[in-house]
């Protein structure tokens, strides 16, 4: 039986093959798709008839908005020009320009909503708008991008303003960087957010944790903790922006690839494409589900190939093994690993200079050790790991999914870029018991950078911090909803019950983190859990803007960080702590 995706086009007048390009880079497009990638991944061109566009876009999402735990994967790119279409995003879809800047390619408009999960109460709650992107495009309206985490808007213009909520519904996001808006950002409802590398006229919204990294000071409120939720940073330290597609008539399609920036704020494109490279299709393996194994990824990456991974699901037997430096694994339209036996998902040996984005990593039941391994390598050059989202259970499945730990960072220089770390708490198989995961992350190198880190629900810690030289800027948490009693959540001391969220090391000397965001749901125990996170009390381990929430349940939570800060015991309640360092907070 043919799946669903493959006849999303039926009922649309068969088109006429489009040519573009010029020389060896001629490339036939029948019925918005090309044999490159395959039949997940749409390309429209200006030339395309507008009813016909718009007649496949309301087709994709039609299947899409709400398809949670769905197995359809779709990329929806759009050559550079302007289009008068409107494009609703659902679930596990990309929407991309391929030109070199944003504003090569004009959409009139690009949103997502949050109706299909309205309450009791009439709010559109799209606390559950997971799995999506846009990038690299233009959008010539207002924008309502109405989600939370595992999404991403990257590297775009809009035309107006940009609203973060649906009618002021529940939301708990969210990632945007190096992009403008003309007009105001309204985060309404949402419980955090990081904007990163952006520009826009102001900011309106607040809830718990809201995070501006190296955004044009102009639009940057003025207040902050604790008069309002805000924690503002003039500069981004390091980062390298994601890796993306793009068209060219002469040299045809290629992955740009930007260059690391130091000290850096504001969008970095502007009026001329930033520093970068433009990376040729043939340095990459073009990976298809159908036909794709670990086995076809691997003699690729043994070859020396990049990999891109158009939309799909790939089941892995044994892990995907990066062993060259400057190897790049790039995923389009949410495309899937999913461990089927007990191996992990990605592992790199000795390598460094990496780029990994774009992917959705999924446990398997078989219990897997590690979904991804990022191995060790001396005197590290610096690596990325960017949109990349992690999943323990909550699919359709023969079993429960099982993991000991989604990720492990051994390798010195990671920066991390909007990660979203989750055990799943609804879905099929999920349980306590079920679709059981120890830790979310494991941090063990040096001079590791997270950017909107996200880590949810598992066993024990969902963070494990051990490296030194460690920055997080923006984290957001929930311990799990589903402790089923006191003995079963005990902390390593044997003293206390329940695991913090975020654990630094004993023995680290140097961290810093600011904007952390912590939230308790006792929905199955009444367990009084003692602190959110746990640090060494030493000069160098410093903690900046960090809150607790009492969400709902049962209470409650002694302290915010060791034994410093209010408790919190009714469901509303939080608690806040300005800085910490060496046990002296405020």
Known sequence: MLKKKYMILSGLAMLAGILTGCGNNKMEIRDYHTDIFGQNVFIFTPEDDTAGIQDALDKIYATQETAQFDDNRYAVYFMPGEYDVSANVGFYTQLAGLGALPTDTKVASVNTYAEWLTNPQGLHNATCNFWRGIENIEMQSDTVWAVSQATDMRRVQVDGNLTLHDNYGWA???????????????SGTQQQW?????????????????????????????????????????????VREKPFLVYDKKDGFGVFVPDWKKDSSSYGWGGETPEGKVLPLKDFYVAKEDTDTAATLNQALSEGKNILFTPGIYELDEAITVKNSGTILLGMGLATLRSTADNGCIVTENADDLILAGLLMDAGTTESEKLVSIGAKENAAPSLIADMYFRVGGIASSGPCKAKNCITVDLDNVVGDNLWVWRADHGDNVGWDLNTCKNGIIINGANVTMYALMVEHFNEYQTMWNGEDGTCIMYQSEVPYDVPDKGQWINPDGKRFGYASFKVAEDVTSFDASGLGIYLYNRDNAIPMYCAMEVPDITGVHVHHVITAYLNGFPGMKCVINEAGNSILAAG??????????????
Not at 206 to 231: C, F, H, R
Not at 573 to 586: F, H, L, S, V
């Open 172 to 186: 708990s996001g969210g990632f945007l960087a190096d992009s403008r808006v003309t007009g105001y950002v309204d």
């Open 573 to 586: 309640q939080t608690a806040k702590i300005i800085d910490y360092e060496n046990g002296q907070w405020r």
């Open 194 to 238: 990081l904007s990163r590398n952006n520009s826009y006229s102001s900011w309106m919204g607040q809830n718990w944790n809201i995070v501006m990294l190296g955004d044009d000071t102009a639009g940057v409120p003025e207040k902050t903790w604790p008069e309002a939720s805000y924690t503002a940073i003039e500069e981004t330290k390091t």
